[in-house]
């Protein structure tokens, strides 16, 4: 078994479509079929159903594509690894990072590490949690960056928090509490409460807080992103609570109002999370050494 039949498996299970997998490979159809009849072989077992015009992935197929993508990523790592050894110039930095950090917490320190290494080249994906813990097992990314609210594996991950993130309660500029030094919890329940949906990682967090203080709210409206909650409130749909980094320009142009909750401390922490039998990059090194260092610079953007 080489790499190149492993590669091909890939391609073609994402695509599957056996014209398509050989554009992408830049070989012919005949060549694909090939390295797919080889590993069949290999394996001793069928990767591929044929219904119709239709491919499939069979379930030893589907069995062996995380396999697959672990060992060709690592391949991938390793040659990476060993350029960078000889100098940073050469690279890619690839981490994966949910909404709330890859928007707004981040781009302050990327530009950082790009200016001290513009050799490097930087890939950060953005998607849910589940997705995201996924490509880190897959080896598809070297370390996410997620609220510490999303649960990890500990035995097999490692995750050390580096910022803390302090949470705000907001309302628009005309609205009844806007001019309020702080409100009760209580009091936000006549309010129409704008949250993330009720796996996400905050909602869960927000909703377990609520309760430590027997309270629930009657009314809530469920939007998924983060800037369409702040236009929400804008516009008067309700009332959220949210990331105070992440509307510190709409509270500092008017948009916005941020009002105490009386007696109410909400804060996550956010953490760099990386598999512990993983050995990281050079690149990945100096980024997480930049993450320790910089609280500051995110702090104050």
Do not use: W
């Amino acid at each position: 078994m080489n790499i190149t039949k492993l590669q091909t498996f890939l391609t073609l299970a994402e695509c599957l479509n056996f014209t398509e997998a050989a554009e992408q490979l830049y070989c012919s159809q005949p060549a694909v079929s090939m390295q797919i009849q080889g590993l069949e072989h290999d394996f001793g077992v069928p990767l591929f159903d044929r219904v119709g015009k239709k491919l499939y992935l069979t379930k030893q197929g589907e069995q062996l594509k995380p396999y697959a993508e672990q060992i060709v990523n690592l391949l991938q790592s390793a040659k990476e690894h060993l350029q960078q050894l000889e100098s940073l110039t050469y690279g890619t930095l690839s981490f994966g990072a949910s909404n709330f950090v890859g928007v707004y917490l981040l781009p302050a320190v990327l530009g950082h590490f790009n200016r001290t290494f513009p050799g490097i080249k930087i890939n950060m994906n953005i998607t849910s949690s589940r997705q995201l813990i996924g490509m880190l097992e897959t080896n598809k990314v070297e370390l996410l960056i997620i609220s510490d609210q999303i649960p990890v594996d500990e035995t097999r991950m490692q995750a050390v928090t580096f910022y803390q993130d302090e949470l705000v309660l907001v309302v628009k500029a005309d609205h009844r509490l806007a001019h309020e030094e702080e409100c009760s919890l209580k009091e936000l329940t006549a309010e129409t409460m704008i949250l993330k949906p009720k796996k996400s990682a905050t909602r869960i967090y927000l909703e377990s807080k609520f309760k430590e203080h027997g309270i629930s709210f009657p009314s809530d409206m469920e939007i998924s992103n983060l800037e369409a909650i702040k236009q929400g409130v804008i516009h008067g749909l309700g009332v959220s609570i949210v990331s105070k980094f992440a509307v510190q320009q709409e509270i500092k142009s008017g948009l916005l109002v941020s009002v105490p909750i009386k007696g109410v401390a909400l804060q996550r922490g956010i953490d760099y999370v990386y598999l512990k039998n993983k050995h990281l990059s050079p690149a990945a090194k100096q980024f997480i050494a930049l993450l320790d260092r910089q609280k500051a610079l995110i702090a104050s953007p």
